[in-house]
């Protein structure tokens, strides 16, 4: 199975902050097709994940541009700008090209 | 509007059955893949399963973890998707989600239902 790492466990953010979330795999995630299927997912305390990025940097529907994803082989970053309240949550990276499809253990991004 | 609703959690003993069900409305169920993943609390998302749509005959693709304790079904006439599970043990006890499967990731999922393992 692919192995999703991400750094930091935690990290604490001032309103109007920025932050960058790491994830490394330990496999390469570009697909036979040349794509590279690793997504971000955001879980808001109490709610299920929702999809923010999808293929490395493409933002979903309705996800603002304060988010953006790069990277490329088997090292990533989610970054986030002007951190707002509602952006608190668990982060997790999940990659999609190899099954089982797997997680990250996820990133807790939290008020200063 | 995507819509997916699970049901059918609950307590259950070791060594018993469960299945829950999964109503989807919002889109053309047959076009989709479905997964099912798991959440432990306080923990990660583990991705079960998917079932593939129409195109590709509705076929499955399991987590060894619980490649033959768990089946994934689908209902296309009730746009219904199902996760029998047998066997359980205490380490199943998680939150279920089922999820819209699209490019490769999950791009909707349920308010999840709740399944404990416990005697």
């Known amino acids: 199975d692919v192995v999703m790492t991400q750094t930091p466990v935690s990290l604490s953010v001032s309103l109007g902050g920025q932050v960058s979330i790491s994830c490394r795999s330990s496999?390469?995630?570009?697909?036979?097709?040349?794509?590279?299927?690793l997504s971000w997912y955001l879980q808001k305390p109490g709610q299920s994940p929702q999809l923010l990025i999808y293929?490395?940097?493409n933002r979903f529907s309705g996800i603002s541009d304060r988010f953006s994803g790069s990277g490329s082989g088997t090292d990533f970053t989610l970054k986030i700008s002007r951190v707002e309240p509602d952006d608190l949550g668990v982060y997790y990276c999940g990659q999609g090209t190899q099954y089982p499809n797997t997680f990250g253990a996820g990133t807790k991004l939290e008020l200063k | 509007e995507v819509k997916l609703l699970e049901s059918g959690g609950g307590l259950v003993q070791p060594g018993g059955s469960l299945r829950l069900s999964c109503a989807a409305s919002?889109?053309?169920?047959?076009?989709?893949?479905m997964s099912w993943i798991r959440q432990p609390p306080g923990k990660a998302p583990e991705w079960l399963g998917v079932?593939?749509?129409?195109?590709?005959?509705?076929?499955?693709e399991y987590n060894p973890s619980v490649k033959g304790r768990f089946t994934i079904s689908r209902d296309n006439t009730q746009n219904i998707l199902y996760l029998q599970m047998n066997t359980l043990r205490a380490e199943d006890t998680a939150i279920y989600y089922c999820?819209?499967?699209?490019?490769?990731?999950?791009?909707?999922w349920g308010q999840g239902v709740m399944v404990t393992v416990s005697s």
């Open positions: 999820a819209r499967y699209y490019g490769y990731n999950f791009d909707y």
């Open positions: 079932i593939r749509n129409k195109a590709n005959g509705y076929t499955t």
């Open positions: 293929k490395v940097s």
């Open positions: 496999q390469s995630l570009v697909h036979n097709n040349g794509n590279t299927y």
């Open positions: 919002g889109f053309t169920f047959t076009d989709f893949y």
